[in-house]
């Protein structure tokens, strides 16, 4: 699956999460069953990163497959990817 986030989905915020004190917008998001990889920006110490990647795995597999769901999850455990400076 690959998934950007809607505009809708946007305006909930569910495309927006907080890891070790990072801020994280995600833009789309990649995987299926427990493991996704998601994309987007991050704010680390007051510096943006606009490239960059978590990829965590799930608890359990999800209800349902839609957005709010897998981000709403419990995670199993994670891991930032990378972080490129376009």
């Known amino acids: 699956m690959k998934h950007f986030f809607t505009e809708s989905e ?3 915020g569910i495309h927006i999460l907080e ?3 990072i801020i994280f917008t995600g833009e789309r998001l990649e995987g299926a069953a427990r493991t996704y990889r998601l994309y987007g920006s ?3 110490d007051g510096e943006t990163y606009p490239s960059f990647v978590i ?3 799930l608890e359990a ?3 349902d497959d839609t957005m709010e769901t897998i981000m709403q999850a419990e995670w199993d455990c ?4 990378f972080s490129i400076d376009e």
């Open 10 to 12: 946007k305006d909930k």
């Open 19 to 21: 890891v070790e004190d």
């Open 42 to 44: 991050a704010v680390v």
């Open 55 to 57: 990829e965590f795995e």
């Open 61 to 63: 597999d999800p209800a």
């Open 78 to 81: 994670y891991d930032f990817i």
